[in-house]
């Protein structure tokens, strides 16, 4: 259990594991943790030159997939007093140089395979881009000693997604890594026998936080993989090396439809029980369907734990690991996080069913929006609430995400409806694979429900009317979309996730 782990800070929990034990590897190599400690101190020591003893908050970008040179840069970057920027390898070049400007970043790491794109970019921007290798680093740990960094230091800027407005530099001090980390060590139950894959982005919390910084903190080993693997992935699983998993929902839609194809064969049957075999598997970074958690426990056993974060304050929120797990919902309050909700009229909410806007507070919330004072003033209340943007009611005691405030609250003839809800409900659909809900000036509702689906390639002819009265089947009638739209593939940013505002701009009229 959690409470077992000492001391109390990532790096001190880092150094306390016992040499020998793997910390990471990719299927070909391993690295052990006498090994990554020595690594990365030694790239922090190239970071630095003579006689300085820390970076002092200087923003270092890496432009680099998961892997060992990732995880040896970022904990050296880290080390030696640094602000590690990771970027999406894969995101447009537009948007690295939108982040590398405004971060103001002044030196950058990257690898062979994104060396010609990214010298590009940072020639532009006058930043020295450099090859990470970190096996040729040329000093030793005896040959210099510099401090840890305090709680309150600058440790990583994110970018938040961009679904609303634009991306804003999310800047997590030490202090606030070190909540993040020890509260899901002690809701998750981590342990050093612990084994995760690791195959998420490598630019937001959910991979770089919940996996990567917990399984180190922990003293587990992670696979890593550069890309999501399905073959080499179902290998692992079917050879039962995984106790821990976590994904997005569309992985597991991904991972039911190839298990779907594989029908009853011994390797399906193998890769089954693997699943069923973890002690937990979490779903998050979206709003599951229930015909996901549904299918899921029908071929694995496994109840999907859901949870609530957000790059501003990392996990909040989680479905109990000993327990009943909600599907729909996100559970309660993690250790060490509180949370309110409260109305338009910033009062706090009580009871079920009252919808508000969640509000946070403790160690894990962020320090600052960066170089951004107006919009870190903006979030804050006067005694020092988060205010997250989202909507979420309680039922019976767990949380459940109605969506975005100013996307994902649709006020139509004077009732507040969730788009998540609408498309939970429509992903139920047999032929509907991809669907957003949006609401669009209307005359006589205010805003009136457009739904925006991608149907499956095999479904034949879908009409609006016959969509209708299906909706009405399994929804109350002012939830039922007064439009639908049919897309071949829904509007994503850098990070797969809908832009609805691009949505409501093709569709409002």
């Not at 002092?56 to 007093?81: C, D, K, M, Q, S």
């Not at 073959?231 to 692992?236: A, C, M, N, Q, V």
């Not at 994902?408 to 032929?431: F, M, R, W, Y």
């Not at 739209?485 to 505002?501: F, V």
Request: aromatic content about 8%; glycine content about 8%.
């Amino acid at each position: 259990m959690a409470s077992s782990f000492q001391p109390q800070t990532f790096f001190d929990r880092l150094a306390a594991h016992p040499g020998e034990d793997v910390a990471l590897s990719d299927g070909r190599h391993c690295l052990n943790y006498a090994q990554l400690r020595t690594l990365f101190y030694e790239f922090a020591l190239t970071l630095l030159v003579p006689g300085q003893k820390s970076l002092g908050g200087e923003r270092i970008a890496l432009i680099l997939p998961a892997g060992f040179n990732y995880t040896v840069a970022l904990l050296g970057i880290w080390r030696a007093g640094g602000v590690a920027v990771p970027l999406n390898v894969n995101t447009p070049p537009n948007e690295i140089m939108y982040a590398l400007s405004t971060a103001g970043v002044t030196r950058a790491f990257t690898d062979k395979e994104h060396q010609q794109v990214s010298d590009s970019l940072c020639a532009e921007l006058g930043i020295p881009l450099e090859l990470c290798d970190t096996h040729n680093t040329s000093e030793t740990i005896s040959e210099r000693d510099i401090p840890l960094p305090g709680p309150d230091a600058r440790a990583l800027l994110l970018f938040t997604s961009g679904t609303t407005n634009k991306p804003k530099g999310v800047v997590t001090t030490h202090g606030n890594l070190t909540a993040q980390v020890n509260t899901l060590l002690e809701a998750w139950y981590w342990h050093a026998t612990d084994v995760i894959p690791l195959f998420l982005p490598m630019h937001h919390v959910h991979g770089i936080i919940n996996v990567l910084c917990c399984a180190l903190a922990a003293g587990a080993r992670i696979e890593i993989f550069e890309s999501f693997d399905m073959p080499r992935l179902f290998e692992g699983v079917a050879n039962k090396t995984y106790t821990l998993f976590m994904a997005v929902p569309t992985i597991y839609v991904k991972m039911i439809k190839a298990l779907d194809d594989l029908q009853e064969n011994q390797q399906a049957i193998a890769i089954c029980q693997g699943f069923g075999n973890m002690r937990l598997m979490i779903s998050g970074s979206a709003a599951c369907p229930v015909s996901v958690h549904t299918a899921w426990k029908k071929h694995t056993g496994q109840v999907l734990l859901e949870r609530y974060g957000m790059t501003e304050i990392g996990m909040a929120l989680s479905n109990p690991y000993h327990g009943p797990r909600k599907p729909g919902t996100v559970g309660q309050p993690l250790p060490g996080v509180e949370l309110m909700l409260v109305n338009e009229q910033n009062q706090a909410v009580t009871g079920d069913n009252n919808p508000g806007e969640i509000w946070v507070k403790g160690p894990n919330v962020f320090l600052e929006y960066w170089e951004n004072p107006q919009a870190t003033q903006d979030t804050f209340s006067e005694d020092g609430w988060f205010k997250t943007g989202d909507i979420a009611i309680l039922e019976t005691g767990y949380y459940r995400i109605m969506g975005r405030s100013s996307v994902d609250i649709i006020k139509t003839g004077g009732e507040k409806v969730s788009a998540l809800e609408i498309e939970s409900v429509l992903l139920e659909h047999k032929d509907i694979v991809e669907c957003a809900v949006i609401g669009v000036p209307d005359e006589t509702w205010g805003e009136a429900v457009l739904a925006v689906i991608v149907l499956e390639e095999s479904a034949g002819v879908l009409s609006v009317d016959a969509l209708k009265v299906w909706c009405k089947s399994c929804m109350s009638g002012y939830k039922v979309p007064k439009r639908f739209e049919m897309m071949r593939a829904l509007p994503r940013n850098a990070m797969g996730k809908i832009t609805k505002p691009a949505l409501a701009k093709l569709f409002t009229r």
